[in-house]
C-alpha cells in the first residue's frame, strides 16, 4: 500500500494524534512506534516521506536513517525535543532533509510536508542541456537520472541536496540569496540558515576539491551563495 507519510516516534499519543491531523487534510498517514516496526513497514508499503523521531524506544532515529539511507533517497524529516546544534548537525549530516523541534505545531508541520509531498520528483532547475559538466569536465550533472558524478565516480546525494544543486547550477554566476532558496528549493520560509548551511557542506563535501576552500560553491556572506560561472 501507499502512503503520503511515515511517523516513527516512541510517543505513541504525539505520534497518533499527528497521523490523525494528517489524515484529516487528506495526507495519507501511519504511525509506528520504533526502529524494527518501522523497517518491516517500509519493507511491505511504499511512503514518500518520514517524519522521525530521534529517540526510539528499541534504538536511535540516526541508526535508522542511516539504515533507510543505504537504499533510498526517501525525505526524513527528524521531529526531537533534542535542540543542540550538534544534534541537529548530525541529523542533516546522516541524510536528513529538516529538523522540527518538539513541541511542535501541527499545522506548521502538516505545511512542511505538503511542501515536501509537492515537491517530490521535481527539480528547481529547467537547464537546455540535460547533462552539464563543470570544471573542466570534473564534475558531471545529470538532470535526467538526477545523478551527479565526479571524476568519474558517482557521488550519493539526497533528493532535496540534488534540487538545491540544481538550483545553484540554473543560477550559477549569480548571488543566490537565502530567502530565494528557501522560496524555491524548500518551498517555505520556516527553514533555518543551520539547515541550509548543512547541506551547503554536504554538496562542497561532494563536488569540491578542496571543501574547506571552495572554489565551486561560494558564500556570500550573510547574503547567499554564488556558484561558480563557467570559464
Keep these: 500500500m501507499r502512503y503520503d507519510c511515515l511517523i516513527v516516534d516512541d510517543e505513541k499519543v504525539l505520534a497518533d494524534n499527528t497521523a490523525e491531523y494528517f489524515n484529516m487534510f487528506d495526507v495519507k498517514t501511519h504511525a509506528v512506534y520504533g526502529k524494527e516496526d518501522a523497517l518491516s513497514f517500509l519493507g511491505e508499503n511504499e511512503v514518500s516521506l518520514i517524519l522521525l523521531d530521534i529517540n526510539l524506544g528499541d534504538g536511535s532515529g540516526f541508526e535508522l536513517c542511516?539504515?533507510?539511507?543505504?537504499?533510498?533517497?526517501?525525505?526524513?524529516?527528524?521531529?526531537?525535543?533534542r535542540n543542540t546544534d550538534d544534534d541537529k548537525i548530525v541529523a542533516l549530516g546522516i541524510g536528513g532533509d529538516d529538523y522540527i523541534e518538539k513541541p511542535y505545531s501541527l499545522g506548521v508541520v502538516l505545511a512542511k510536508v505538503k511542501v515536501f509531498l509537492k515537491r517530490?520528483?521535481?527539480?528547481?532547475?529547467?537547464?537546455?542541456?540535460?547533462?552539464?559538466?563543470i570544471d573542466c569536465g570534473?564534475?558531471?550533472?545529470?538532470?535526467?537520472?538526477?545523478?551527479?558524478?565526479?571524476?568519474?565516480?558517482?557521488?550519493?546525494?539526497?533528493?532535496?541536496?540534488?534540487?538545491?544543486?540544481?538550483?545553484?547550477?540554473e543560477n550559477r554566476g549569480r548571488l543566490?540569496?537565502?530567502?530565494?532558496?528557501?522560496?524555491?528549493?524548500?518551498?517555505?520560509?520556516?527553514?533555518?540558515?543551520?539547515?541550509?548551511?548543512?547541506?551547503?557542506?554536504?554538496?562542497?563535501?561532494?563536488?569540491?576539491?578542496?571543501?574547506?576552500?571552495?572554489?565551486l560553491i561560494i558564500t556570500v556572506w550573510k547574503e547567499g551563495y554564488r556558484f561558480a560561472a563557467e570559464k
Design 66 to 81: 542511516k539504515t533507510i539511507r543505504e537504499t533510498s533517497d526517501i525525505p526524513i524529516m527528524f521531529i526531537s525535543a
Design 120 to 133: 517530490m520528483g521535481k527539480t528547481s532547475a529547467t537547464p537546455e542541456k540535460s547533462v552539464i559538466e
Design 138 to 169: 570534473r564534475v558531471r550533472i545529470d538532470f535526467t537520472n538526477k545523478t551527479v558524478t565526479v571524476d568519474g565516480q558517482e557521488k550519493k546525494i539526497t533528493s532535496l541536496e540534488f534540487t538545491l544543486l540544481s538550483y545553484l547550477v
Design 176 to 215: 543566490v540569496g537565502k530567502a530565494e532558496l528557501f522560496d524555491n528549493v524548500w518551498k517555505d520560509r520556516f527553514t533555518s540558515d543551520g539547515t541550509l548551511n548543512v547541506h551547503i557542506r554536504k554538496l562542497r563535501e561532494a563536488i569540491e576539491k578542496d571543501p574547506n576552500n571552495p572554489a
